[in-house]
């Protein structure tokens, strides 16, 4: 079973902080995202990668990048957190060719204060 | 740009009840479609998905899905549902070269009375 592990469970930043949210996956797949999970909005894709270095800007990318050094690594920063960034965020991996499902990771609850 | 509009915010069925959660969807082409499902403190698992053919497609846990082309809709279906299908629900269309980046619906919450 592919495996998507997401660093932390719950964090809690303070506005302004740096934040570094990781991700990783154990199944070697091509393509990697980052989505925010709202109450009401469903999920929404800030950023994703489809190969090591190379990054595409998602829906709502605004406030947020990400780094790709590793083909099993996907890492979301915050920059200068936001109490707007409070939120669920879900990484997810996908092999690549026409339509492979993603593979989700369980969440990192993030709260900024 | 495409969109997902899932109608019912929650849905309370009965155990044992069938059970139906409406998706339409707005995108301009032939759309990839799935249906994933989220259990409380998980991450989404893949029930079942849509590219071509067969328009009634069978997933996994007992659900099914119909696209109807006609009405923009990829509804998702259970004929009895159990106590461990209460669960928040997502559809979502693909889109991009390959399909595979994403747009989701709000979601629907089923709750499952004993």
């Known amino acids: 079973d592919v495996k998507v592990t997401q660093s932390s469970r719950y964090l809690v930043k303070r506005t302004g902080e740096k934040v570094f949210l990781e991700c990783v996956q154990d199944?070697?797949?091509?393509?990697m995202f980052w989505y925010r999970q709202d109450p009401g909005l469903g999920l929404r894709l800030i950023y994703f990668?489809?190969?090591?270095?190379?990054?595409e800007k998602g829906d709502i990318p605004e406030g947020y990048s990400v780094s790709r050094e590793k083909k099993e690594r996907f890492s979301l920063i915050l920059e200068s957190a936001s109490t707007n960034q409070t939120s669920m965020y879900l990484c997810?991996?996908?092999?690549?060719?026409?339509?492979?499902?993603?593979?989700f990771g369980n969440g990192t609850r993030l709260t900024v204060t | 740009a495409q969109s997902v509009t899932q109608p019912d915010i929650h849905i309370t069925v009965s155990e044992g009840a069938s059970l139906e959660l409406r998706c339409n969807y707005s995108y301009g082409a032939t759309p990839y479609l799935f249906w994933y499902v989220q259990s409380p403190g998980q991450g989404l698992q893949l029930l079942l998905k849509?590219?071509?053919?067969?328009?009634l497609v069978q997933g996994i846990k007992g659900f099914e899905a119909e696209f109807k082309r006609s009405q923009s809709s990829f509804n998702l279906r259970k004929p009895s549902v159990h106590w461990s299908d209460a669960a928040e629900y997502f559809c979502a269309v693909g889109k991009g070269a390959a399909g595979n980046k994403l747009t989701f619906g709000g979601g629907t919450r089923v709750l499952v009375k004993p």
């Open positions: 199944m070697d797949h091509e393509n």
């Open positions: 997810a991996s996908s092999p690549g060719g026409q339509g492979s499902p993603l593979h």
């Open positions: 990668s489809y190969d090591v270095k190379m990054k």
């Open positions: 849509y590219f071509s053919g067969d328009t």
